[in-house]
């Protein structure tokens, strides 16, 4: 556990600085991928971590930080979305493919409806058939095309910070 | 019978023809024959010696083609090297020329005082358009501060830390800046959006709107300065039942390629949040 919270600040900085620097200048129409999220969710799919809870709540305010959006709303939907990844984790774990996708979509779809609630709750008149088809679908659809690579790196992180016990 | 000459005689009479001869040659009668010889020894020369370098670059051909293979893997490493450095200069050359872009439109409007800054990332989510840039207040960077390139207006700072700084962009849906259209002054007030696109709300039905006029700030509501190039209108929609005329505007910012700001420092946005009435029940 002691292994996991240690990696969290430079994994999570380096995710901050590659999501600001070039993730977010990459754009599919006016979407683009939250790699913060995809990181997240990978790390809570694999079983053998722990402490998988400081995660997103330093993703949370590290995305805060750098975002106009306020700490707290990627905080609230980081922590469910890992919460759903470490449910799934348990019953779906001999299908980790399914479950990425199925988290992936699942916290997007949640950080997007969190976003536009948000601006609503400004006044700021958003057309939603133009808001889904130009900034949230294609943004799913980056989410989930990145994930796959993004899970096989983490996976790769947890098998050198966990290595597998030998079996007796 | 056998003739017998003297010595001496036999020697004169071969020091003779051999004289005789070479008397002949120095005159040109063996021409054709020495030409012949000649011509042959050339050709079996040439053949003997081409044969030969034939045979020398079959020995050594697989050597060359090494040190070939070894210089081409040397000079690509050096293509590669000098490719990169190109890139490199380009880079700079790019900067240099926008940073003299910039330095040029500080000089053409002194009223103001500008700190340069670097686009060094943008905001994680897809809602909003802010970009990060590397100067905060120990710069002297305050919130509100107008954000301005040498082609018009960026946005205003929305956030603050030590060294670096959040803008919000003209062109973000939350954003609202008054504006005056130069060709009929008229004022209206432009308007962001989730995509990125600009319009101008609020322009009085009787005001003519032409495409093609200039968008400019109006410095109403003390929030930028006034008379900062926004960008052009290219399209007009004006609707008889409707209140207002609206325009889509394209703006004279690249806001996709931002690689340098100038933020003004001496302009102090106002406040007039207190002065804004809300409808009373």
Request: hydrophobic content about 50%; proline content about 5%.
């Amino acid at each position: 556990m002691r292994r996991s919270l240690l990696l969290a600040f430079p994994v999570l900085t380096l995710v901050l600085l590659l999501q600001t620097a070039i993730v977010s200048r990459i754009s599919l129409l006016s979407g683009n991928a939250d790699l913060m999220l995809l990181v997240l969710v990978a790390w809570a799919l694999q079983e053998r971590v722990r402490g998988t809870w400081f995660w997103p709540i330093l993703g949370g305010l590290l995305s805060g930080l750098a975002s106009g959006i306020p700490w707290y709303l990627y905080l609230a939907c980081y922590l469910l979305t890992v919460l759903l990844a470490r449910v799934l984790v348990r019953r779906i774990w001999q299908a980790p493919l399914l479950a990425v996708f199925t988290v992936t979509f699942a916290g997007s779809v949640l950080l997007m409806t969190i976003m536009y609630l948000q601006r609503l709750f400004l006044q700021i008149p958003l057309e939603f058939g133009l808001t889904s088809s130009q900034v949230v679908l294609p943004s799913i659809l980056l989410n989930l095309f990145l994930s796959i690579p993004v899970f096989f790196l983490m996976r790769d992180l947890a098998g050198r910070v966990y290595p597998a016990e030998a079996v007796a | 019978m056998k003739t017998s000459f003297p010595l001496s005689l036999q020697t004169a009479i071969i020091v003779l023809i051999s004289l005789g001869l070479i008397l002949l040659a120095l005159g040109g009668v063996f021409a054709p024959v020495t030409n012949q010889f000649q011509r042959l020894g050339v050709g079996v020369q040439t053949w003997v010696s081409t044969r030969y370098l034939a045979i020398v670059d079959f020995l050594t051909v697989p050597r060359d083609v090494a040190s070939l293979r070894q210089r081409n893997s040397e000079l690509e490493a050096e293509v590669a090297r000098l490719q990169s450095q190109v890139i490199d200069l380009q880079q700079r050359v790019t900067e240099t020329e926008i940073l003299s872009a910039l330095v040029d439109f500080a000089r053409a409007n002194p009223v103001y005082t500008y700190k340069a800054a670097a686009v060094i990332g943008r905001d994680p989510s897809p809602f909003l358009r802010y970009v990060i840039i590397n100067v905060g207040s120990n710069a002297g960077v305050l919130p509100g501060m107008p954000v301005v390139t040498d082609k018009g207006l960026v946005g205003r700072v929305d956030a603050v830390l030590a060294e670096a700084a959040r803008i919000q962009l003209i062109t973000d849906s939350a954003s609202a800046v008054n504006i005056r259209l130069q060709t009929s002054d008229t004022e209206a007030m432009l308007s962001g959006s989730i995509t990125g696109d600009l319009s101008l709300d609020m322009i009085p039905q009787d005001a003519t709107v032409q495409i093609g006029d200039v968008v400019l700030t109006s410095g109403l509501g003390g929030g930028y300065p006034p008379n900062i190039l926004v960008g052009q209108v290219i399209n007009v929609r004006k609707l008889d039942s409707e209140l207002f005329q609206t325009a889509a505007i394209q703006p004279n910012v690249d806001f996709n390629r931002l690689q340098f700001v100038l933020v003004i420092t001496n302009f102090k946005p106002v406040d007039i949040t207190p002065l804004i009435t809300t409808p009373g029940p």
